[in-house]
């Protein structure tokens, strides 16, 4: 199928193809990268469970879960909302189906590459940017890089007067991804070593969370509510205020991630004094988001899309308290290097971040394959999985990290910590595995969609039509 | 071109990202570039060599293109014995050489001037290999104002003549460290993972040693500090704990010394042959030891020895060697 439209005329390439197949892809990604999650997590509880292979250990199955989530999952889906609402939001059709379709394609013979070397093994050492200097050119060069052209020129070529919030947001985080993984690799490419090598590190793996996911799923949110709660967005001037304060303040605190490695001690204070500071775009966000809710709350109930999104702008509010504190000194000696942090970037990834995804993605392949959502009761069961499993994931790491941090404090044997943690890490992986198991309905209820949705009559939009099962 | 309008708000941008880049990149690059190389710092570069990661010379991670750290006991030329014995780190031809012999600047004011002139770091050539030594000097570097002796790299082959060769061939194989592959086994296996090599400028330090100075990381990379832990800091491991008969079990399985641990076997760093030869049955082994868990056998099978070539072999002595 894609084979057929990677050689077709651009313009015999049906309307949103890229779209669907991105959101189908990360969907899959979504179902790998939970599955790899959820097993790394039986690991850390039953240590001999899937033992004595290089390939099934931990050490070799870590890095390839993170980055599967983060680029498979997240950033497809990103990828995804990008092709289908740009447009819409320009008044006018993707610049490029087929580069798109190309996109899509490379997209994910580049990351299945890089992670199957990575599975053996064959890393950079560098948490983040763990593949080696090629992979991350190729991700460059295919993913990161075509991805911007279709979106720049799609805005570009727009037929409206302006641009609107999700469309500067769109366009600020593909262009910065770009200079992100190109300045984040450069000790790879040159061969940068110690104290630099261990910031630039960081400074590439704060700026990939702080300048593209962070970004672009908030500006998800910004099209979702208001399109469809039918609500005007409910003040510009505060999406202003959240965009700016992105760039400036997210783009800085990198050292907040070394607070305890001999940087030089200016950089460590202005690191965290800047990661204070993202409480104003996450203020701006959130409230903005929530104050366009007015007079809708009927729908956060009622509407599925407007349930995930609101969820995800909701779990915004622990996510960016915590982040804005836990780089400051006093909070960071306690929770560094704990499981507290692991908790947090769940918050952030599995929380935050990937209900506004899956908004995205649910809206998006509805109204693109013009079919309404093949089950509720179905969707329902994915919601409420995702989120009693996150939930269980989140809460049970909080509490092993504030163990460890007390161990860590009170010079408690080691050994007595992991004693200590044993119940969460059971816990843990209960709660992941609810999440995966909820990755496989969704899945199904997607491709269900696809073929037997009722169709949607044109001029209609998904949640107009009443859900039918 | 639509974006007229938008002139304004590019350029904004443009100033903002680039105000943020030059804080947070270019300025720090001054502080982190003026470090000066300690003697700690020395020792695990010349220790680890070029690269831990992926490398062009290295592509799977087999722990290729790397230094030997080597006990010298007697002048491999003259024979005359070294009292105190001295570590050399040994580059066999062909080897890459470390990031601060081939870009001086990387060891630091002083250092750098020292280790040209006295230590002649410029002659060492990678197609014939070298050997590198530490040496300190007399007189004291002053920074802030006090006096400081400092260490700098001397290239023996170049002052003393001692090639590779001649100090592989004196030293016995309990006297070389392959530290610099078991730092890449390190980093392919995800022992940073689980493990940090950062010990924290709190009270962390009472139990895993002194949190580690600027300085003491010049030329490596990966630094692989690790950022979220599930066991000890390892960064002065070999302080602590430097039994390798202790490593090894805990390496073939952790529960053996440490019911408890959650940390992965490594059995299959052993390779497929034991010290003598002879295959590794991990089959029988892991079903011995299950029935030793269940309560039928009163003692755990024995772990078979590594042999000397062993991937576990290069891991052990890199973890020793984190004094
Ligand atoms: C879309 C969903 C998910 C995202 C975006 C995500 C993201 C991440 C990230 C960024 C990390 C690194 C954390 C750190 O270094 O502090 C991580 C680690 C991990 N994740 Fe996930 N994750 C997701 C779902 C899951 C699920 C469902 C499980 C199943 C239990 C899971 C289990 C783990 C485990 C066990 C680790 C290793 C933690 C450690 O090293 O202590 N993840 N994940």
Redo the contacts with the bound molecule.
Sequence with gaps: MILKYLFAKNKDIPVGSSAIYFGFSSILW?VI??GL??F??AK?AFPDFVTGTEMFAFGHM?QV??LA??FG??SMAFAMAMMYITPILGNTRLWSEKLGMWNCFMWNIALSLGLTLMWMGVTSGR?YSDFPWPIDLAVAAFVSIPLAVNVWMTILTRRTQGIYTTNWFFAAATFMLIIVFLVGNLPEYFHLTGLTEAYMTWWFAHNVLGLWITPVAAAIAYYVIPKVTGNPLYSHRIGHLHFWSIVVFYSTPAAHHLMSAPLPEWLKSFASVEGVLILVPAIAFVSNILLTMQGKWNMFVENLEIRFTVVGVLLAIPLNMQGGFQQTRSINWYIHGT?W??A???L???GF??FLEAAAVYLGLQTLMKRKLYSLTLGNLHFWLLLI?FST?WISMTIAGLIQGAGKIYEVPYIDVVIAEHPYMIA??L???M??SSTLIWLYNMWMTAREGTIIPSGRMPHELAYER | MKFREYKIGSRMFGLAFGLSMTITLLFPSFDLAASVSSEVGLDKQLAIGWDSGWQLSDPTLLGLNKPLKILVKKDPKSGKPIEPAIYAYVYPAGTSLPNGVIHTANLGHGVEELSIKDGRITEAQKKDGAVFIIKHSDHLETFEGKGHPLAYVENATATMGWTPDDVIKAAADTDILHAGSGKTMFVREGCW??HTLLPEQTQDWQVFGAPPMLGDFNGMSPTSFG??R?GPDLLHVGSRNASREWMMLHFFNPRLVQPHSIMPRFDYLWGKVDAKGDKIDFAKWRKEYDEYREGQRTTPPDVPMYAKDSEIRNLIDFVVNLK
Aim: aromatic share 14%; hydrophobic share 45%.
């Design positions: 979504f990268g939970t999650g959820s790394n997590a850390l870590r879960h993170v989530v983060i999952w997240i948490e499981g942090m692991v947090h970037a769940h952030a990834l599995l971040s990937t499993g994931y843990r992986w709660g992941g595995s999440v995966f | 993972w689980c950022s979220d599930k």
